[in-house]
């Protein structure tokens, strides 16, 4: 987008606006986490097609079990723990910087975006030394190399640096303002801070009182179940410290964006609260299949899991009817005219409907895994991987990417470039998406299980089955490698030569309805409470499994590495 | 908080449908006992091979006549390779792993469960006639997609029961 959210289109020759410093030092921050994001993304880009070739059966130069697994390593850290966690530390220091004029500790922030970095980078040297293929759920006992566990422990540690940045500008902007609530998009982004602070402490634990110490030979056996309870404590929470910035994207941008107003911010600022006090004490019904898990307990998680849904379907009907808002002022008429107002051809705007539509049948799939007897069906099948490529492939992955066109201009100063590319980008990933993911839903109902190198199974006949619709997901692999390459070809024609000129600044969305005198300070803004309350359900939730398993008489395993 | 009148009909339609959510689950739970896989009950990997819990792999048949189905899981094998069992008869597994984690899957049924060192998973389900394949759903090394097994289950009537001798654990 060359043109600004009001359309008003900037001429290149005007001279850079003269920014303060704490706001160029802030930029840079958030430019630098982007960098990340954009690199591991593409890296992570490129395995995955190959991995979607693989599970066709169709030979590649290179390919072999080995290569297979460590690629489905790599590709899983860097899509979900690398890209994701950099781009919503990037978003996260722009929305406080808008918030305040600066984000707090900038030096002790830029420390940690460097210690996190660092993990990073130590992580994957093992994994592409094919010495840590352990997936990225590295479920004990497969045993990495002790720096992958290190490395990955220092980027949830740099991440509490930034989620500390968060509280602390959100505090301050409250000070700053008594009785007037802060920004939605900063209360958002907070709540997601609050979210990841109590969500990593189930991983941080596991990896500091199990996985490091074992690896290191201090210890020789660890409780495999153990371990995964406390990976699943963080693996729930982690999906919606993945969604929830493309929620404030759409409360926020969208609506601006698409030429209208957000319906209803007082429900958004509901909404945000309620994920962060349901997030966590649901981690169970990933573990429906385990031995060593009371029922009871499994049942009570799944209670919970669908009091979580609430809040993502009000976010449902919120969005939506700030888009017919957008459509009708932009001229759209009559039931479904609206629609077809929307101005489909901004990139920003196309990849969060496209977002939105893929995230619709993402939903419903969710609500199968998580019903406590139709698991049985899906568990770990090819349906799982279809499903959570709808919801972080495509509900966060392609919104982070629209989020990218709008974002990259306003903090660097510098125009899109390549805007071709970016208009069929999403269109590309949409489609690619339903061809991949439409077959792997239907492959998974029969059977295919997730995370095979190679489908044959000695020519089983339940396996044939299998067969076309790999094909078809390998084609999607493709379309979506295609348009992954033309999101990376734009983020490094904007970031290394696009034009520079005045930067737009960033504004969110206005609300219908809003009162003249503006928002009062309510409950739901009060996210120290809920914070509390999040604290209380997950010790009702966790408490007593975690007790009454770690009172059972436990075998504990040595470590293998059979890759 | 000033909402919507529409949006409130529609807070009210989604707190129906998940209040149906949760009676149908109750129901499927607390009702008619239809749970995950959920057994609690430990064993010591390095001995479940050969102590008296999963021996002998593969099926028998209790003295209430009940069949069983024991099977270990290892890299990269389930152990019995091969079984057969009666059809439309409630069949209970007994499933551990020796070494890492595994994943006990018969394809296009309701049947598996998390096999996990240490730990006894325990499922009771029973089949239509017909060929089933039995893969591994959770990556186990570089072998992974060649872990499988081979279910047949045939009518009842034309089931044998193993040896006797095989009836006698448990």
Known sequence: MSADATGHRISTETPSRML???????NRLVVANLWVAVVAFGVAAAMAMMQAISRANLELPYRSASMYYMSVTAHGVLMGLVFTTFFIMGLGYAIAQKENGAIPWPRFSWAMFWLALAGVVMALATVFTFKSSVLYTFYPPLQAHPLFYIGLTLLVVGSWG???SMVTAWRRARAARPGRP????????TANAMLW????????????????PWSLGLVKTVDPLLARTLFWYFGHPLVYFWILPAYTIWYTVLPREAGGKLFSEPLGRMVFALFLVFSTPVGLHHQFQDPGIPASWKLLHTFNTMIISFPSLVTAFTIVASLEVAGRLRGGTGLFGWIRALPWGNPTVSSVLLACLLFMVGGFGGAVNAAYALNSVVHNTAWITAHFHLTVGSAAALTFMGTCYWLVPRVTGRELELKLLAKVQPYLWFLGMALFSFTGHVAGLLGLPRRVFATGYNDAAQAQAWHTLTSVSALGGVVLFASA????LVMLGTLLAGERREQPPIVWADSLGRPESGYVSGIWDRLGLWFAVAVVLVVIAYAIPLWDLMHLTRYGSPGFKPF | MNVDLYERIWMWIVVVMLTLFFASTAMAALGHQMHPPSHVETIDPRTAMSGPKFRPQGVSVDEAGHVHAKVIGLMFAWLPGEMTLPAMTPVTFHLTSTDVIHGFEIVRTNGQSMVVPGYVSQFTTEFDAGEYLIACNEYCGVGHHTMSAKLHVVPRGQWRSPAPEAANVR
């Open chain 1, 197 to 212: 602070l109590l969500a990593t402490i189930g991983v941080a634990s596991e990896m500091l009182f199990q996985l490091i």
């Open chain 1, 20 to 26: 303060p410093r704490d706001e160029q030092s802030a």
């Open chain 1, 485 to 488: 390459g033309f999101f990376v």
């Open chain 1, 162 to 164: 930034w989620a500390a």
């Open chain 1, 182 to 189: 802060v920004s939605l998009a900063m209360h958002s982004t």
